[in-house]
């Protein structure tokens, strides 16, 4: 178990990095109603290896959440899933976009960042780019 010290430190961090580098986007499933969120930009890369058994190393535009943020209409939790997507319109001609939840074959689309499973690192590519 974590220590409930430590915990706190986490928490108070994670708040202030998204109160000071967190920005809106917009989560979206299928026709069900959007959900504007706070996400801390960040990526991940992934290698993966070709049939020639080269690795090639991709990148995700990551979104972190908290996972409190990530709630339908009832108030049930959402996990993401390959295909939702996420709109990201505060940012320069390159970042601003749709970017799509996906990651390579056999990776998880998701991760919890922390022990107490309170925010979410989101895996995605832009959707005017080829699939992870």
Do not use: W
Not at 48 to 74: H, K, N, P
Not at 83 to 104: F, N
Request: aromatic share 6%; net charge negative; with cysteine.
């Amino acid at each position: 178990m974590v220590d409930s010290i430590t915990q706190k430190g986490a928490n108070a961090l994670a708040f202030a990095t998204k109160r000071l580098c967190g920005q809106t986007v917009t989560f979206q499933r299928g026709s069900n109603p959007t959900l504007d969120v706070t996400a801390v930009i960040g990526e991940t890369p992934f290698r993966t290896d070709d049939e020639t058994g080269a690795s090639i190393i991709s990148r995700s535009r990551d979104f972190i959440v908290d996972a409190a943020d990530l709630v339908d209409s009832e108030s049930a939790k959402i996990e993401p899933k390959r295909g939702d997507v996420i709109v990201q319109a505060d940012g320069d001609e390159l970042t601003t976009g749709e970017y799509v939840v996906s990651a390579p074959a056999g990776e998880p689309c998701f991760r919890y960042v922390d022990p107490g499973l309170f925010r979410i690192r989101i895996h995605t590519i832009r959707a005017d780019t080829e699939t992870v």
